[in-house]
Every structure is written in C-alpha cells, then in structure tokens.
C-alpha cells in the first residue's frame, strides 16, 4: 500500500515557442487544462504502475476541485483521506516550450491547509508513505516520525527544494529522490558535496536509498556501498513536466510491489522517459506493462519484470 501526502492542483498549460525572460509575455495558440500537483501526479502514476494507492491531501470548494480529482478516482486511487476545504482549489500555471522544457507558477490553494493529523489511519506496517514540498513542511516533517512509529517507509521528493530549516530531514527518510538542481541546493545548505556522486556518498547508508536524477542521462542512486547507474532511453521529448513525478511514482509502486533496488530504480527511469512523450504531467503517465516492456529492453541483465 502507498499513502500519497501532498498537492492536489488543476494545471493550466500554454505551449510557447520559448519560456519568457523576466518582466516579458510570451504567447501561446491555446490552452489546456490537466489534473496535477506532485502529489496527485505520484499518487495518479504510482497507480498506473500497478500500485494500490491512496491519496491525502486537500481540493478547495471550487469549480476546480471535481476537475483536479478526476483522474485519481478514474484510475482507482483511494481519494477518502481528500478533504475539500472552504476555498480555492490549487493552480498551476504552466509554460512549455518548443523542446519540452517547462516554467511552473503555483498557486497553492487548499494545500496550504493540509494537515499532518489527516494521516490518521493511513499510516501502518507495510505502507510506503511518499512525500513531496508542495504541502506545509512543518507537517511534512512531522508525517516521518509518525510513519516510521507505525512501521511504515518514507519516500521523499523534496520538491520544491526545501530551505534550509527543513533540508535536514534528507537523512529521516529510506528513499530520497532529487533532482540535480535539487541534490545542488541541499547539498549547499547542507555543506555537502554538490558533484551528484559526491552527494550521495556524503549521504550514505546501508538501510537507506538516495537517488540523483540526470534527466535526459538517466539516474545515479547508491545504498550503502552499493552504487547504481542507469542510463535513460532516447525517446522523443514533448513535455517533461512529468518525469519526475512518474519517476517517483513508479519507484514507490515498484518497492511496495517487492522489486529490488535495480529493478525500482530501471522501471523509475523507464517511466519517467515514457511521460515525456505528451503535454501534461497525468496524461503522459504510463502503465506498468509499457514500464516493465521498456525498461526490459534498455536492462535485460536486470530482469525487471521480476520482483
């Protein structure tokens, strides 16, 4: 089971030939509107990738809120820990540009009030709870004490980055993915190493996974002594938007489905390489027979329809 505690936003997405400098407009032809968050993006992709799945967090009383949650309840992801609030749903505002690369302004809504206690009930034994930063860290941080008291894993995406006050909890948590910006920002909050492979063995652990995503040149990860490198496929880039958020949620789907290190870490980088292919970050995501389909065909050695 995975316990998904985080952002629920409507994004609102504008291709542009190129993303605007400060202070300058950029137009677009048209508009499109799509589910997202990080939250419900991992929570919407860890489905998909064959997890049993719930989502906590918060919508507003909006005309918005139906729309946000619509993917998440077609796909079958518990939405009873959803609670809608007196208020606006969250927003995104999203430009993407010509080579898929993206400009995000977020409007947090209903998840500025989203509360460590609504975890009540979701958090037990075998339960990987995966977070992210677009909630109150104060009750993001306050949410891994109380998983691992009940027995539950933590998966972090501390995205946005954190500031310093919080950048701390990188080492309270069994999985952490960041990107490399993210693993930069940390690691200089942080006085660590800012080089990715440098990062990670300042961090590690033997019971603990950290990941640094390469984008475009795949994943370096290491537990304990134990180092990962797995290059990325070439596929077409429309929007990457959501790789993140598939990477993540096709990671926490893969632990919680029993799958080792390597294989989690090939079927993450295969679906984040799969949701490049479309506009929008939940109508990009892919399911796990294409996952496990191409990450087999880029590691053969690493059987990855195995668990």
């Known amino acids: 089971m995975i ?23 950029v137009s677009g032809p048209d508009h499109k509107m799509f589910p997202g968050g990080k939250g419900s993006n991992q929570a919407y992709a860890a489905c998909l990738a064959g997890g049993n799945v719930r989502m906590v967090g918060a919508v507003g009383d909006d005309a918005f809120a139906d729309l946000a949650l619509e993917n998440l309840t077609t796909a ?45 009930g979701f958090l037990e034994a075998g339960v990987w709870l995966v977070a992210q930063g677009e909630v109150p860290l104060e009750h993001v941080a306050q949410a891994f004490p109380v998983a691992r008291e009940r027995g539950a894993k933590v998966l972090w995406n501390p995205a946005p980055v954190p500031d310093q006050r919080y950048a701390s909890l990188i080492h309270d948590v069994d999985v952490l993915i960041v990107n490399e910006g993210e693993a930069a920002h940390l690691a200089n909050a942080l006085n660590l190493p800012k080089d990715p492979e440098a990062f990670l ?13 390469l984008g475009g040149q795949g994943v370096i990860a290491r537990q304990g002594q134990q180092v990962y490198r797995l290059p990325a496929p070439k596929t077409g880039v429309v929007d990457t938007t ?55 065909s880029i590691y053969p050695d690493l059987q990855v329809g195995r668990c």
């Open 242 to 296: 959501g790789a993140g958020d598939a990477f993540c949620g096709s990671m926490a789907a893969a632990l919680a489905d029993g799958a080792d290190t390597g294989r989690s870490l090939a079927r993450a980088v295969a679906a984040g390489s799969l949701a490049c292919r479309a506009v929008g970050a939940q109508s990009s995501a892919p399911r796990k027979t294409e996952i496990i389909e191409l990450a087999e």
């Open 3 to 25: 316990t998904v505690f985080g952002s629920i936003n409507l994004d609102l997405v504008v291709p542009v030939p190129r993303l605007p400098k400060a202070g300058e407009t």
């Open 201 to 213: 063995a300042a961090l590690s652990h033997p019971d603990r996974l950290h990941v640094v995503t």
């Open 76 to 120: 079958g992801v518990d939405t009873s820990g959803v609670r809608r609030l007196r208020g606006t749903t969250g927003l995104a505002f999203i430009g993407v540009d010509a080579s898929g690369e993206n400009q995000i302004i977020a409007a947090n809504g209903a998840n500025a009030l989203v509360d460590v206690a609504w975890l009540d």
